[in-house]
Structure formats: structure tokens, C-alpha cells
């Protein structure tokens, strides 16, 4: 059918457009914080594209499914706007036979949401944390911003290191300040290094001294040296250490039915859901007078949008603690969304209006009265 395709056409362009935009603004969202992470060490810029796009891919289900609601919303507004609504319900035509154009077209988008949430979410996340983990496990020297004093992971030394260059493996003018217990230590050294022994990992000093204080009784010792090893880390983490639930597979998920994987396993499987009831939604809401204006039914349809995905949001929490099962949750929020989305459809597609009913109650109350 020709309407048909025209209506495709023009929601494809609309979705098209609207991604464009949001995944811009994400990633430049993404790519500040991730810069400002990185701020505190100097860090490979590589790594930084690898951090901010698996972080844009694991948001890629939540943008799709938002421009595919803002897609509908917006074709459907403009042709209430220009009274092309008008023609199609003279031709004898309701609401609901819009239902199978908008799912024709959003069939294909529906399984990509799929794919993303089930699969490419966690190996999203779980290349992140491999990233973040062998940044911490990656030579300090490189890892601290030359210049700055930067405090360790524990808070018990602070490092200063004042290199020439990012890609030198030693760093000049050395300074750790630690404290163990109540004795405090000073040791200051020309240049230095970290490196591994088995599972510790140590820093090597050259050419300087050290400085020795207990504070209970005040006691002073200055040690020079040509060469000083430095304990700072034992049986460090290695990469791919244990996962977490957003780090595990969908089938990790269901072979492990705790609180939290049932928690994220609903959020997954939520997705696809949210996404069906949205086209069903955007249809519904996109049904209102033309003469609001689109800025009222784009301002509508954002607060049901985010009103929605926070409700998602509170039930997996609800999950996660017990209070409420994964099945009751997902039938509960989804099945319900669905059954208020085709009553609305339904209502709208038979244009009912409580106007309607005042013809009706007025002659019975003056036969009362």
C-alpha cells in the first residue's frame, strides 16, 4: 500500500535524524567524563576512544529505543499537524490500523534492541572493566600525572613524580609519603620505576634518601641509598578477576538465579518489552488536538519516556532486594503498560470521549430533578 510506504519512509528519516542527535550529544556526554577520569593520569588517548565507545555501545539500547519513540511520536504529530489524519478518517479508516505500518517498520529495530540488551550490554561492560584493570595494573609511573601529587588507591601514600615525557618508563624526582601503623616515611629518590615480582609489585628508586619518623616517640632516621626497592602492592588483582551482574552473560545470568542476576536478567529482557510498548504509546499519545502544537506531544512523550524507564529502574532494584519477583515484576510493569496502551488505542481508534456521555447524563438528571 502506497500510504504505507510513505509512512515508513518518513519514520525511518525521523529515526534516522533523531539517532544521529542523540548519539552525538552521548557521546560527547561520555567523552567529557571519560577525559575527566583520565585528567588524573596520563593515559593512552586510544584507551580513551575504547572506554567512551563501549560505553556509547552499552547505552545503544536505551538511544534506539528513545529515537524510535521520539521517530513515532513526531510522524504521527505531523500528520495530525497538517490534517493528513483527517483525509485517512474520511476514507473510513481508524486509529488501530496504523498499528501494523508502525510494527512492519520496527520489527527489525525491536531485534537489534534484543541483540544489544542480551548480548552486547555485558560484553560491554565486561571490556570496560578489562580496560580499567589493566590501567591499574599498567606501570604507576605512566599512571600518575606528572606534576601532581596523587594519592594511592588505600590512602596510606601519596606519589609525586615529575617526568619529561608520558612515554618515558622511568620518572624523575621520586617523592612517597607513607605512613604504616605509627611509622611514617619520607623517601625522595631521582628517578624511578614500577615493576612486578610474581605478584608483588614494587618500586625501584635510584639515588635518594629516606626519612624514617615514629610518632609516638619522635624519633628521627635519614637513610641514603644508591638503589631502594619499595613495596606498594601484594598479590595484585588480575585481569578478569570476578564479574559482576552486568559483566555476566544472559546465560550466566539464568545458570546463577541470584537476587542481583535476576535483578539485571529482568532489565535485559525489559528492554525489548519497553520497546514494543513505546510504538504502542507513541501511537496513543499521538493522538490529541493538532492545535496544542508537536512541542506539547515531544514534551509528552519524553516524560512518559523517562516516567517509564524509572519504573524499570525501581523494579529491578525491588528485585535485586526481594521485595517482588521477576516474573511478578515483568508481567506487572510491561503486561501492564501493554494492557493501558491498547485500552488507550482502543478508545482513541473508536474516537470515545467522556463529551460523549454528557448527552446521556443530562436528560437523566433533569428526569430526576
Keep these: 500500500m502506497l500510504f504505507h510506504s510513505s509512512l515508513r519512509k518518513d519514520l525511518a528519516r525521523n529515526f534516522g535524524a533523531t539517532l544521529l542527535i542523540l548519539v552525538t550529544i552521548v557521546m560527547t556526554i561520555?567523552?567529557?567524563?571519560?577525559?575527566?577520569l583520565a585528567s588524573r593520569g596520563s593515559v593512552n588517548p586510544s584507551e580513551v576512544l575504547l572506554v567512551m565507545g563501549f560505553s556509547v555501545l552499552g547505552q545503544m539500547t536505551t538511544i534506539i529505543t528513545l529515537s524510535l519513540f521520539i521517530a513515532s511520536v513526531a510522524t504521527l504529530s505531523r500528520m495530525y499537524g497538517e490534517s493528513e489524519m483527517v483525509i485517512w478518517f474520511a476514507s473510513g479508516q481508524g486509529?488501530?490500523?496504523?498499528?501494523?505500518p508502525l510494527f512492519r517498520f520496527a520489527w527489525p529495530i525491536f531485534v537489534v534492541i534484543g541483540l544489544l540488551s542480551l548480548f552486547v550490554w555485558p560484553w560491554s561492560h565486561q571490556q570496560i572493566q578489562d580496560l580499567r584493570q589493566r590501567y591499574e595494573k599498567r606501570n604507576d609511573v605512566e599512571r600518575i600525572a606528572p606534576g601532581q601529587f596523587q594519592e594511592s588507591a588505600g590512602g596510606n601514600r601519596v606519589f609525586f613524580i615529575d617526568k619529561d615525557s608520558p612515554g618515558q618508563d622511568w620518572g624523575k624526582n621520586v617523592?612517597?609519603?607513607?605512613?604504616?601503623?605509627?611509622?611514617?616515611?619520607v623517601t625522595t629518590a631521582?628517578?624511578?620505576?614500577?615493576?612486578?615480582?610474581?605478584?608483588?609489585?614494587?618500586?625501584f628508586l635510584e639515588n635518594g634518601q629516606q626519612w624514617l619518623t615514629h610518632l609516638d616517640t619522635g624519633e628521627t632516621r635519614l637513610t641514603q641509598?644508591?638503589?631502594?626497592?619499595?613495596l606498594i602492592d601484594t598479590d595484585s588483582a588480575p585481569v578478569g578477576g570476578l564479574l559482576n551482574s552486568r559483566q555476566s552473560t544472559t546465560l550466566q545470568l539464568i545458570q546463577q538465579p541470584t537476587l542481583n542476576n535476576q535483578a539485571e536478567l529482568a532489565w535485559r529482557v525489559g528492554l525489548v518489552f519497553t520497546a514494543v510498548n513505546m510504538v504502542l504509546l507513541a501511537l496513543a499519545l499521538s493522538a490529541v488536538n493538532p492545535r496544542v502544537g508537536r512541542s506539547y506531544h515531544l514534551g509528552l512523550a519524553l516524560f512518559v519516556f523517562v516516567a517509564y524507564y524509572n519504573l524499570l529502574n525501581v523494579g529491578q532494584s525491588w528485585i535485586s532486594t526481594g521485595r517482588v519477583s521477576t516474573l511478578g515484576f515483568i508481567v506487572g510493569l510491561h503486561g501492564g503498560v501493554l494492557?493501558?496502551?491498547?485500552?488507550w488505542l482502543f478508545l482513541r481508534h473508536t474516537q470515545w470521549s467522556w463529551r460523549n456521555w454528557m448527552p446521556v447524563l443530562r436528560p437523566a438528571q433533569r428526569t430526576a430533578t
Design 339 to 343: 494492557g493501558l496502551s491498547l485500552v
Design 30 to 36: 561520555i567523552l567529557i567524563r571519560t577525559l575527566g
Design 175 to 185: 617523592f612517597v609519603s607513607s605512613r604504616d601503623g605509627r611509622l611514617e616515611s
Design 225 to 230: 641509598f644508591e638503589r631502594y626497592q619499595l
Design 190 to 203: 631521582s628517578q624511578g620505576r614500577i615493576e612486578f615480582v610474581g605478584s608483588d609489585r614494587f618500586l
Design 95 to 100: 486509529l488501530g490500523q496504523f498499528i501494523r
